[in-house]
C-alpha cells in the first residue's frame, strides 16, 4: 500500500523548487539563470526535507520506530533521512532548474 504514494512524494520537492524560484523570480523581477534557480530550488528541498526530518528523528530517539520494525536501528533511520534529504535536494533543484528553463 505505501509503494502507491512513491509518485507523490518524489513530486512535492520537484513542486517545492519549482514555487520557491517562481516567489524569488517574482520578488526580484528579473529573470533568473539554470545555475542560480538550481541553487534556489535546492535550498528549498534541503530545508524543506531537512525540517521534516526533524520529528521522525525525534520518534527515532524515543525508540518509537518511524519506519516499522524493519529500519528499527537509529543508525538505519539516518540513513534512510540522509538518503532521503540528498534526493529531496536534487529533485527540487530539478524543479528549479525546469522552471527557469520552460517559464523564460
Known sequence: ??????????????LAGALAVIVFEKLRKAPLGIKRGALIGALAGFFGSFVSSVPIIALA????????????STLMVALVLFITIGLDTMLAAIGGVLVVKFAS
Open 1 to 14: 500500500m505505501p509503494i502507491m504514494f512513491v509518485p507523490v512524494i518524489c513530486l512535492l520537492p520537484v
Open 61 to 72: 530517539i524515543l525508540n518509537m520506530n518511524p519506519f516499522g520494525e524493519t529500519l528499527s
